[in-house]
């Protein structure tokens, strides 16, 4: 039974979340079917790199904050929370929150008499994540924690004349300087993040119902035709695809962020290689 | 291993634990952590090979070989390098044997691509079927090497180049006005030049080649990783060791054992560093000068 592309399309290109032709294609693979399977994939990456990114933007602001506190009780627990997100493999990372994670009581755990369902947390879709927000937290904090360090004085002594204190200079003075210098930075992140997506199904997360992300099926249709020549370079098309719409979304927030400055001071946003981590 | 440990049903406590943790497995496992070493200690300088030829072609006044250079530098832009991990495994694999195949066997005329399979002749197998497990593993490292010296080779073209280009221009000009031909400028100025601005390029790429070991599993060879999930998972009574599920123990081992690694590398780093800026006319220079006046 051969399938016109349209209707390999419609079979197959929401397969990753589980809607359309159970059965993945098995023999007489075409372009179209490589196309649609790699690009339905390409949903769990952007799942996983967006929200993790939303989330973890949050975290690291308030972990760069606490980098710069004088207290070191806020200070070390922030400091030692970047260090082993940052000094270790996210492959690491992502088999020991799998192995915890399986660990928990499958029955659930009773909490005030109320029993917490626990399983949840090692699909891919919840336990993967957390860890990509924890990872992403530690390195945009590193980011953001620079950025701050290196606000101008000018401008800090500019919001004491103006007797602007505690809150009100964080909100109108330093955060949003902090954001401007640190947004070509974060813009490199958030695309390395997105790559680094690619590892959560390779490393202990189990792929339920062979609902996976691109690299899953790019690997899944390398292994039977034994051809990497065409599933990859597929995988690398979509990803430069990705890596562009960032930049350019990512670029608009940072002319926004830049809008009060003239031309030539304007922070420019440079892509950097350094992939994985 | 030890006389103790004959029958490791009848012990318990710290002499299970201890015999336990000198099982034949266990010693695998230890020697896996060379491994990983061992990759590190010949993909690092591999790549800082790749990495100089390439930053070299990239300057180069031949533009086919500045192109190749450009190219070979852009290709880790925007492509998830585990892409190109699961790539060249497979890739290389497929061209040493067809290459051998022409040798091995030049009467072979069946086609390599048969449907889904790929055929070459038994003899042009690489490594061949009756070779030893060693064999096979040694060529699963050799493999990963290789792929790890062309990914991180790309990544070192690109900081050599800049480096390159981030030497001031007036050295250069003073070199040349010294009457040095072309090499002599780049063997004695250039070169030796660049390494202070070489350095935080190329101890960030350190830390993510690091990093990167863990791949090695992907790769089907016998690491770290593999040895973890293995040693860690549910033992049951047939075993000689019968554990519950340790797994978790051997990925927190795993975790110190790369946090540490990373610390090392910050230490030495950061001293290298230190002496590669001495007396440079950078902001670390300038910063050493005024703290020793």
């Known amino acids: 039974m051969t399938m016109t592309c349209a209707e390999t399309f419609a079979a197959y290109a929401l397969r990753s979340i589980g809607i359309g032709e159970k059965l993945l294609p098995k023999t007489d693979f075409t372009l179209c079917q490589q196309f649609t399977l790699i690009g339905s994939g390409l949903i769990w990456n952007v799942y996983f790199g967006f929200v993790a990114l939303a989330f973890g933007f949050f975290l690291a602001n308030a972990l760069a904050l606490a980098k710069t506190a004088r207290s070191p009780l806020l200070r070390k627990p922030a400091d030692w929370f970047v260090f082993v997100f940052r000094g270790s493999p996210l492959f690491i990372q992502f088999f020991l929150a799998y192995e915890t994670l399986v660990l928990l009581p499958r029955s659930g755990i009773n909490v005030l008499g109320m029993t917490v369902d626990t399983s949840w947390l090692t699909k891919a879709w919840a336990g993967a994540l957390i860890v990509m927000v924890l990872n992403t937290a530690a390195y945009s904090a590193e980011i953001f924690y620079g950025a701050l360090r290196s606000i101008p004085k000018g401008d800090l002594e500019a919001a004491d004349a103006y007797g602007l204190t505690g809150w009100q200079r964080f909100r109108r003075i330093e955060w949003p300087t902090m954001l401007r210098l640190g947004w070509p930075g974060y813009t490199n992140e958030a695309i390395f993040l997105l790559q680094s997506s690619t590892l959560v199904y390779f490393s202990g997360f189990p792929a339920f119902q062979q609902q996976g992300d691109a690299l899953y099926y790019a690997n899944y249709f390398a292994d039977k035709t034994f051809n990497p020549f065409i599933p990859y370079p597929i995988v690398a098309f979509y990803f430069i695809c990705l890596t562009l719409a960032v930049i350019w979304l990512f670029g608009r927030v940072n002319r926004h962020l830049n809008r009060h400055l003239p031309q030539n001071m304007r922070s420019r946003i440079r892509l950097r290689p350094q992939v994985i981590r | ?210 990093k990167a070991t863990p791949l090695l599993f992907l790769l089907g060879v016998k690491d770290i990783v593999y040895y973890a999930r293995e040693l860690g998972g549910t033992k049951t009574q047939a075993y000689d060791y019968p554990h519950p599920d340790w797994r978790i123990f051997y990925f927190l081992g795993l975790l110190v054992f790369y946090l540490l690694m990373t610390k090392v590398s910050e230490v030495v780093l950061g001293r290298l560093s230190a002496r590669l800026s001495h007396g440079q006319a950078t902001a670390a220079g300038e910063a050493m000068r005024k703290a020793a006046t």
């Open chain 2, 1 to 210: 291993m030890f006389s103790a440990c004959a029958d490791p049903k009848s012990i318990e406590g710290l002499t299970w634990l201890g015999c336990y943790l000198t099982s034949g497995k266990h010693l695998d496992f230890y020697m896996s952590f060379a491994t990983v070493m061992l990759l590190l200690a010949v993909t690092a300088p591999a790549s800082m090979l790749l990495g100089f030829g390439g930053a070299m072609a990239a300057r180069s006044q031949v533009a086919p070989l500045r192109w190749l250079g450009k190219g070979y530098s852009a290709m880790v832009r925007g492509v998830p390098d585990i892409v190109y991990f699961l790539f060249f495994v497979i890739a290389l694999d497929q061209g040493f044997e067809i290459v051998k195949q022409q040798f091995v066997c030049p009467g072979w005329d069946q086609p390599v691509f048969q449907g889904l399979e790929f055929h070459v002749c038994p003899a042009a197998k690489v490594p061949v079927a009756t070779a030893s497990p060693f064999v096979f593993q040694a060529y699963g490292f050799g493999l990963a090497v290789i792929t790890f010296a062309i990914v991180f080779g790309a990544f070192v073209t690109n900081v050599l180049y800049g480096a390159m280009q981030a030497v001031p221009r007036a050295q250069l000009e003073t070199a040349e006005s010294y009457g040095m031909s072309h090499g002599q400028v780049f063997r004695r100025i250039l070169v030796p030049q660049m390494w202070t601005y070489a350095l935080p390029g190329l101890a960030n790429l350190w830390m993510i080649l690091i």
